[in-house]
Every structure is written in C-alpha cells, then in structure tokens.
C-alpha cells in the first residue's frame, strides 16, 4: 500500500529535497505541498493524505495551528491524516503543544534522510514517532514548565486496571515495549494488547498523547523518569 504524503514548509528548497528524498521510495508518494500552514490544511483536506510532514515555523499559520485544523477538523471533514512535526531544534516550545493537539510526533529537519523516511512509515503505520531518550528529556521537561489545567483526569485513570496503569506508567517514564515487557516479566505482545485497551479506554490517538496523559494526570511527576 503506498503512503500518501503532502509536505508543508515555507523553505522551497526543503519542499523540493524531502519531495525528491520520498518520491523516490517505492511505497511512498507525495501528492502535495503548501508554502504556509493555512494552504497546508488546504491541501490536507484536498489531497487526503496518510501523513503531513509540518514544518513548526511559518507565516500565515504557523505548524501549530495549522496542526490542530487538521487534527481537529469541522463536522463534515471525514478524512484525518497523521501529522509529523519538523522542527529545527529538538528543545522547542511549539512540539509539546503539537503533541497535545494530536501530532504523531517530531522529526528534526537535519536529521538523516533514512530517519525521515522511516518516520513517514511508522507514522502511517499508527505508531507515534517518540524515542524513549526523547521521551524522558522533552516531554518531561515540557510537562515541568507548563502543565495544563486538569479536569480530574484521575477519574479517568480510574477505568484502568492496575496492570494498564503500572504499562502507562512505564510508557510515560521512557521504556519501550520491550524493556516494558522485561520489567513485567510478560510477552512483548501482551504488552503491546494492554497499551492498545488503555489508547481505547483513555481515548488517546497514540503513545505519544498517552506519554502526556500520564503526565498531566499525575500518575507520574516531571523529573522522576
């Protein structure tokens, strides 16, 4: 099945490199671009692709905002594709608040050209695109500097059973599933069917939400991962 892709970015020569870079992948084909954000959620509604590439910076309507139109779309906008978020630096104010709007996660625009293909797919594929590493200094530090205003999502924790709140503990403290499996002496894939009942039961989009979760809620304390 190939990957839809449109590539938003006010950079011409960025458009064109990571247009060619991906063009080039057999299941991967870019159907779009947009200079700005508000033609960026132009395109996204035109086009119906699997995954945007979101720069975070830009006139009009920056990554952010145009992320959340996207991500929250008007009644009668049925297609909703993933977004992935390029940022310039890896400590940046506007990809905590992305997250939290639903992105599936963050690439760096420097980072090596395999990297941003293998992020397309595992976005496309469903998976949020947060390392382990970035998790426990990002988002921690992010949650640190400015937690959202709770609406008692301690009731919501309460529709977990102990053993999916102990897997989205340790999701929020960095592991991967395979360390997750490790430390609960359990089968990787039994770890990956609990993760998946508390995305239901919590009705997140993702690992990447259920990180932030587990931080806003207070299930686990910035500066303890």
Known sequence: MTIRVIIVDDQAMVRAG???LLSAQADIDVVGEAPDGRAGVEVARSAHPDV?????RMPEMDGLAAARAILQPPLGVVHVPKVLMLTTFDVDDYVYEALRAGA???LLKDAPPADLISAVRVVAAGEALLAPSVTRRLIADFAAQRPAPRKDPSLRLKGLTPRETEVLELIARGLSNQEIARDLVVAEQTVKTHIGRVLAKLDLRDR???VIFAYESGLVRPGTA
């Open 104 to 106: 599936s996660g963050f």
């Open 52 to 56: 945007v590439l979101m720069d975070v």
């Open 208 to 210: 990447a939400q259920a």
């Open 18 to 20: 990571f247009a060619a």
